[in-house]
């Protein structure tokens, strides 16, 4: 049974403390919070502090905190033979500390504390510099998901930034949308099946080939009465470079 300390009381930790709670073969001892606010959830549950000096010994110390913070949180951990990870996409493995064994543990996915997710659905990256820690960080990921993968810290990075466009963009263009439908007194429910078939395309085509609207055929006009529709200057700004960048792309 691996024993996980978790740092941190916010989504990823919520998400992460249910998923690890329902294995067999993971046991999370102890919930560090730096408010008392932050532990509620977790009080009735297992033991928590907030207090650095009291963590509870451990085989992993996962830091599930503000990418800004997790610097500082790594600190707190009794420097014994544990392993210590963080859970960012956007942070490299040189945040904690270079003379411990050393992680990350980052789950592919959007988090929110009151949304439910199938953790066994979410990819889970791992990265350790030595092949003892990898193959526990494995272990580990594959207790919760049925994909589990070591990456390095440059293809990490590579991975949010495509998850930056795929996930934070296009929910962004999303309210836009609704934003757009609200003016002029449309439910944004007539464009869910159409949200859903951008989606469901990518099961039997690549996003290159999945492409349609006036931009992919050129059509100009179409674009020109679209720009008069749209009421603030940054919708326009953000219509015209799409539709220059899926021009460029088709050749149009
Ligand atoms: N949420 C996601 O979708 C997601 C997905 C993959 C990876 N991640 C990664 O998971 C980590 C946590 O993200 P999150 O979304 O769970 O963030 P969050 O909901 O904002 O929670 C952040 C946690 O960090 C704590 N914290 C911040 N500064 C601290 C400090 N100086 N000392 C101690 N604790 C501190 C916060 O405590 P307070 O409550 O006291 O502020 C809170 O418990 C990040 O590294 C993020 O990149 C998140």
């Keep these: 049974m691996l024993k996980i300390v978790l740092l941190g009381t916010g989504n990823l930790a919520t998400h992460l403390f249910k998923a690890f709670s329902e294995t067999k073969t993971v046991n999370v001892v102890q919930v ?16 928590t502090t907030d207090d650095p000096g009291k963590l509870q010994k451990a085989d992993i110390y996962v ?7 997790i610097e500082l949180v790594a600190q707190y951990p009794p420097q014994e033979d544990s392993i210590v990870v963080h859970c960012s996409g956007a942070v490299g493995l040189s945040a904690l500390p270079k003379e411990i064994k050393r992680g990350v543990f ?3 996915q959007s988090f929110t504390k009151g949304s439910q997710v199938d953790f066994s659905q979410v990819p889970v990256c791992v990265e350790a510099e030595k092949q003892e820690v990898l193959d526990i960080l494995l272990a580990l990921g594959n207790s919760i998901s049925e994909t589990c993968i070591p990456i390095d810290s440059d293809q990490r990075k590579a991975l949010h930034l495509a998850a ?17 439908c609200e003016e002029y007194n449309l439910p944004f429910s007539l464009l869910k099946p159409l949200i859903g ?3 469901n395309k990518l099961d039997s085509l690549s996003p290159l080939e999945a492409q349609t609207g006036p931009a992919r055929r050129g059509d100009k006009d179409t674009q020109q009465e679209h720009m008069k529709l749209i009421s603030d200057m940054q919708g326009r700004e953000i219509y015209r470079i799409l539709s220059q960048a899926i021009g460029d792309t088709y050749g149009n």
């Design 197 to 199: 078939e951008t989606i």
């Design 63 to 69: 830091c599930a905190v503000s990418d800004d913070a």
């Design 106 to 108: 980052y789950p592919l």
């Design 32 to 47: 560090f919070g730096r408010n008392s606010a932050g532990l509620t959830f977790f009080e009735e549950k297992v033991d």
């Design 164 to 180: 930056v466009f795929a996930n934070n963009f296009t929910n962004h263009l999303l309210h836009r949308a609704s934003v757009i």
